[in-house]
Structure formats: C-alpha cells, structure tokens
C-alpha cells in the first residue's frame, strides 16, 4: 500500500509564496488521484486542490488563482505552489492518495502566515 510523507511547511509572511512536496512510496502512483487538503485552527478538514491520475485539477474557490496543484509522476510526487498567501491559508496540509478502495493520508505539514 502506498504512504505518502510531506514537506515543505512553514512560516511566511502574508503575500509571500510556499511550495510543499508529498514524496509517495510505490510503483504505481501513476494510477492514484492525489490532494492536497488542510485543517485551520478550529475548522474541519477541506480540499484545497486535487489532481486526477489524468492531470485534470480542481480547487477550493478560496485558493483559486493563487495554489497550483502539480505531479511528476517519475518522481512519485505531487506539488502544492501556494502564492500570495493570507493568514487564513494558516493550517496543517494534507497529502491524500485515492486509488479505489484505498484512502491513504500523510502526517500533515504545518502552514503558518503571519507577520
């Protein structure tokens, strides 16, 4: 079974910009679809942005026009480029692999904007 590990978290200030990485184990990451979802302070867990095995993307309307969700599927690994961050982008992320019945999470990576 597939496990997925993030990195990339961190501090930024508001307006500046973080990319975080999910590195999946397996030979088949290909055929998995991943997201990246995210936990704020008090809220419940939501999708931030989501890829097919296909390519095809979808994003929360908050992060629209600001997070890119990408995947290099040679290296087993899905992007979150996250620009023109707010404080309430202020949350643990997420790494999700789907595959069928399989619903695999990483550890989470924390997000922090302040100044």
Known sequence: ??????????????????RLSCVA?????????MGWY???????R????????GGNTN?????KGRF???RDNAKNTVYLQMNSLRPDDTAVYYCNA?????NVWGQGTQVT???
């Open 98 to 102: 789907r595959l069928s019945g399989i």
């Open 38 to 44: 995210r936990q704020g302070p008090g809220k419940q």
């Open 1 to 18: 079974q597939v496990q997925v590990v993030e990195s990339g978290g961190g501090l930024v200030q508001p307006g500046g910009s973080l």
């Open 113 to 115: 904007v302040s100044s």
């Open 59 to 63: 994003y929360a309307d908050s992060v």
């Open 46 to 53: 939501e999708l931030a942005a989501g890829i097919s095995s």
């Open 68 to 70: 890119t969700i990408s």
């Open 25 to 33: 184990s397996g030979s088949i990451f290909r055929l998995y679809a």
